[in-house]
């Protein structure tokens, strides 16, 4: 059963903030929300990962609601090189798996 | 940061010759592995979850006796796929976790293209 909905696809200009939802309904009090990316031919790449307060790093900004019921993902300034399959993943702390959903497929146009 | 380097990238084998990959964490220790498989224009589904020192556990519907799983040392996982087959052509990849650290994200390797021909 998937545990995230994300949009299939989401385009974005370059220089502009790409913003991506994910809805986690059912999400349990010790899970967290994680995003990695994956570009062509790659292994997936850790972005960002939070429980229930916003975080940023170098890479991204996780925003997640009061309810935890959904999350975003901002990329500020996205370039051409974000241009990839973003997935938002659900994961206990006590679970070592991680399993994927379909993902949104980001394209960031000139 | 963590390192997951898989090997080979990519390899094309013949239908009933058997295939070996290798996943290393470079500067961690991971007791557990986990080996998934995408096929084109598909996401990444889990196969297996290898366990240091002990057998691997497998999702449903993946065959244990053809896709053998060893984790022999804290760095090391292998997958060998037995008797190829074309329907085995996949991009396989492999992730882990570094034991020390609790909460961790998990690292993945960039993949072994595999084609049987």
């Known amino acids: 059963d998937a545990k995230t909905t994300q949009p299939p696809s989401m385009d974005c200009a370059e220089g502009r903030a790409a913003n991506l939802p994910c809805n986690h309904s059912?999400?349990?009090?010790?899970?967290?929300v994680y995003w990695y990316r994956q570009i062509h031919s790659q292994g997936p790449q850790y972005i960002i990962h939070g429980l229930k307060n916003n975080e940023t790093n170098e890479m991204a900004s996780l925003i997640i609601t009061e309810d935890r019921k959904s999350s975003t993902l901002i990329l500020p300034h996205a370039t051409l090189r974000d241009t990839a399959v973003y997935y938002c993943i659900v994961r206990a702390t006590n679970n070592n798996d991680m399993r994927f959903g379909a993902g949104t497929r980001l394209t960031v146009k000139p | 940061g963590a390192v997951v380097s898989q090997h080979p990238s990519w390899v094309i084998c013949k239908s009933g010759t058997s295939v070996k990959i290798e996943c290393r964490s470079l500067d961690f220790q991971a007791t557990t592995m986990f080996w998934y498989r995408q096929f084109p224009k598909q996401s990444l589904m889990l196969m297996a979850t290898?366990?240091?020192?002990?057998?691997?556990?497998?999702e449903q519907g993946v065959e244990k006796d053809k896709f053998l799983i060893n984790h022999a040392s804290l760095t090391l996982s292998t997958l060998t796929v037995t008797s190829a087959h074309p329907e085995d052509s996949s991009f396989y990849i492999c992730s882990a976790r570094d034991a020390a650290t609790g909460d961790s994200p998990l690292h993945f390797g960039n993949g072994t293209r595999l084609t049987v021909t």
């Open positions: 059912t999400i349990s009090g010790n899970e967290y």
């Open positions: 290898s366990n240091e020192g002990s057998k691997a556990t497998y």
